[in-house]
C-alpha cells in the first residue's frame, strides 16, 4: 500500500504521534505542507497545531487566545509565537545592555584607578627627590664637624643653611610617607588588576551573549511565512522545470 492510499484519519494520527512522541514540531508540519495539496490540508489541521501550541507554550492555554471561534489554532500558535519570540528578543537585549553597562562601569573605575595611581607615584617621586636632597643636607652637617678647605665648607654650609626644618626628623617623616606611597601604589596596581580581570570575564560574557542565535532574531521567519516562502520557491522551481 502507498502512503497516498492512507486514509486521512491515519496521516493525522501519525502526525499527532509525532508531535507528542518524537519532538515534531512547527517547521516540520511547514514542510509537510508543502509536498502535496492533501499534506497541506492535512498539516493545517486545528488539531495538530492545538497539540503544537500545548506543548510549545504550556504556559498559555489556548483558551485564553481564542477570541473568535473563525481563528484557526494555527493562526493562533503564529500570534503566540511572535509574541513569545519578541519577549526573547527583549530579554535578550537587556542582557545585553546589562553587561555593557557592567563594562563602562569597569571602564571607568580602571580610568579613576589609573589616574589616582599616576598622582600617587608623581607624589612618590617628589618624596624620594626630597628625600635625597635632605641626605645631601645631612651629610653636609655632618661634614661642617670636620676641617675642609674654605670653598667647600662655605657650600656645604650654604646647603644647610637652606634646610628650614630639623633634618633627622623631616627624614624620619618622608621615610613613613615614602612607605605610604608605596602601601598605595601597591594597593591601586592590585585593585587595576582585579578591575581588568572582571572587565575581561563581561567582555567574554557579553560575546558568548551576542553569540546567541537571536542576535538575528529579526532576520528570521515565522513558522507560516517560512511555510510561505517554500511555497513561493517550489512554484518557481516548477515553472523553471516546465520551460
Given at each position: 500500500m502507498s502512503a497516498s492510499a492512507l486514509p486521512d484519519e491515519l496521516w493525522r494520527r501519525i502526525l499527532?504521534?509525532?508531535?507528542?512522541?518524537?519532538?515534531?514540531?512547527?517547521?516540520?508540519?511547514?514542510?509537510?505542507?508543502?509536498?502535496?495539496?492533501?499534506?497541506?490540508?492535512?498539516?493545517?489541521?486545528?488539531?495538530?497545531?492545538?497539540?503544537?501550541?500545548?506543548?510549545?507554550?504550556?504556559?498559555?492555554?489556548?483558551?485564553?487566545?481564542?477570541?473568535?471561534?473563525?481563528?484557526?489554532?494555527?493562526?493562533?500558535?503564529?500570534?503566540?509565537?511572535?509574541?513569545v519570540r519578541e519577549q526573547k528578543v527583549l530579554a535578550h537585549r537587556r542582557a545585553v545592555l546589562r553587561i555593557q553597562s557592567e563594562i563602562n562601569e569597569h571602564s571607568r573605575r580602571i580610568r579613576e584607578t589609573e589616574l589616582r595611581s599616576a598622582e600617587e607615584k608623581e607624589k612618590m617621586k617628589n618624596t624620594v627627590a626630597e628625600f635625597l636632597n635632605l641626605h645631601k643636607i645631612r651629610e653636609a652637617s655632618v661634614a661642617l664637624n670636620v676641617w675642609q678647605p674654605e670653598v667647600v665648607r662655605g657650600?656645604?654650609?650654604?646647603?644647610?643653611?637652606?634646610?628650614?626644618?630639623?633634618?633627622?626628623?623631616?627624614?624620619?617623616?618622608?621615610?613613613?610617607?615614602?612607605?605610604?606611597?608605596?602601601?598605595?601604589?601597591?594597593?591601586?596596581?592590585?585593585a587595576l588588576r582585579v578591575e581588568k580581570r572582571r572587565m575581561q570575564a563581561a567582555k567574554e560574557k557579553l560575546a558568548s551573549v551576542e553569540y546567541h542565535p537571536l542576535r538575528d532574531v529579526n532576520l528570521a521567519v515565522t513558522p507560516i511565512a517560512e511555510q510561505a516562502m517554500r511555497k513561493r520557491l517550489r512554484t518557481s522551481s516548477s515553472k523553471e522545470t516546465r520551460s
Open positions: 499527532e504521534i509525532g508531535i507528542e512522541f518524537y519532538n515534531f514540531n512547527y517547521k516540520d508540519l511547514c514542510c509537510l505542507s508543502i509536498t502535496c495539496r492533501r499534506l497541506n490540508r492535512l498539516s493545517s489541521d486545528d488539531s495538530l497545531w492545538s497539540s503544537l501550541f500545548s506543548a510549545d507554550f504550556p504556559q498559555y492555554p489556548i483558551k485564553q487566545h481564542r477570541s473568535s471561534s473563525s481563528v484557526s489554532n494555527k493562526s493562533l500558535y503564529k500570534i503566540r509565537y511572535e509574541k657650600k656645604q654650609k650654604q646647603i644647610v643653611e637652606q634646610c628650614n626644618v630639623p633634618v633627622n626628623n623631616r627624614i624620619h617623616a618622608i621615610e613613613m610617607e615614602l612607605k605610604l606611597c608605596k602601601q598605595q601604589v601597591e594597593g591601586f596596581e592590585k
